[in-house]
């Protein structure tokens, strides 16, 4: 009797073990922002629906804070983290922490610079932010008629988005269908409204009358858009365009204010980041990278967005 006593208890207490639900630690690089806000829902939604708890911490854009709570969540016996980096070239950083105490590591949305090859327990989870900017370009081109003077809003210097969707812009306007396209300027915002609409009021104050402005995110093109109205500018004389899809942008773009936005799906990426994390760290197989596609957003469509993000 006592031997089957200690044979059920021992029994109980490794199943007590395997249904234990996971941790996972998640680090973003900043709360105070519309899109990473909707990304960070979709993992918090998603963990609940699975029975996960997740652990939030606000970098707030500082990359050594980002680093010493990757270090935390080490210490502490996370079952696993995704991160939302700061800056691009923090990655490697990041990456050895994890890689050194054998903790699965997913990337999500921002793609480490120079990682042709993650650790055997580390992922990345995104969209090609290239693809963002040539839909983005190759749309706002087609309505300018391929000619007018233009400025580009770039996110923060440094981040994948900034550089893929800059590059991707810059490559669509050097085309022969585009070439006619002057870029008068080109500034960061740092992905924010506010210092946006700063910007372009200084352009606008300088004597600069832009007929398109394309802004790497849908915030600072939200800003582009407060500045212009505000000189008086009739939203009919300028193309305006931005990427995310976000709930103000659609809304803009249904009032006439935006003409094209770029859809990025912040319930792929978030999905896709938690259950790849959890893969790794239950074993299982799991894609190294996965690409979450960007899509088209203009007048048109608009209404199959709404309930996207």
Not at 47 to 72: K, P, W
Not at 82 to 100: E, T
Not at 162 to 189: F, H, M, P, W, Y
Request: charged share 20%.
């Amino acid at each position: 009797m006592i031997k089957k006593l200690a044979t059920a208890t021992a029994f109980c207490a490794l199943m007590a073990g395997t249904v234990q639900a996971e941790t996972i630690g998640v680090a973003m690089s900043l709360f105070d922002d519309n899109y990473l806000t909707v990304l960070r829902q979709n993992i918090q939604r998603h963990a609940g629906d699975l029975g996960v708890t997740v652990q939030m911490e606000d970098a707030q854009g500082d990359i050594a804070r980002q680093q010493s709570q990757i270090e935390n969540f080490v210490a502490s016996g996370v079952d696993g983290i995704i991160v939302m980096l700061v800056d691009a070239d923090s990655g490697q950083a990041m990456s050895r922490i994890a890689d050194r105490a054998g903790v699965p590591l997913v990337f999500v949305n921002m793609l480490p610079a120079n990682m042709d090859e993650f650790p055997e327990k580390q992922a990345w989870v995104g969209s090609d932010e290239e693809q963002a900017g040539e839909l983005q370009a190759t749309e706002m081109c087609k309505l300018m008629g391929g000619e007018g003077d233009a400025v580009i809003l770039m996110g923060q210097l440094g981040t994948t988005g900034q550089r893929g969707r800059t590059a991707a812009v810059e490559r669509v306007l050097q085309s022969d269908e585009c070439k006619g396209i002057n870029v008068l300027d080109s500034q960061s915002a740092n992905w924010m409204r506010t210092p946006a609409l700063d910007l372009m009021t200084n352009w606008l104050t300088s004597g600069m009358q832009p007929h398109a402005v394309f802004s790497n995110n849908d915030e600072m093109a939200l800003g582009a858009v407060q500045a212009l109205k505000a000189s008086g500018i009739s939203m009919d004389d300028v193309i305006v365009g931005g990427v995310d899809a976000t709930q103000d942008a659609l809304a803009a773009l249904e009032a006439g204010d935006l003409d094209v936005t770029v859809y990025q799906s912040a319930k792929g990426q978030g999905e896709g980041a938690l259950d790849t994390v959890l893969k790794i760290a239950r074993g299982e197989a799991f894609e190294p990278r996965v690409a979450v596609p960007f899509e088209l957003v203009t007048p048109e469509n608009v209404a199959e967005y709404k309930t996207q993000n």
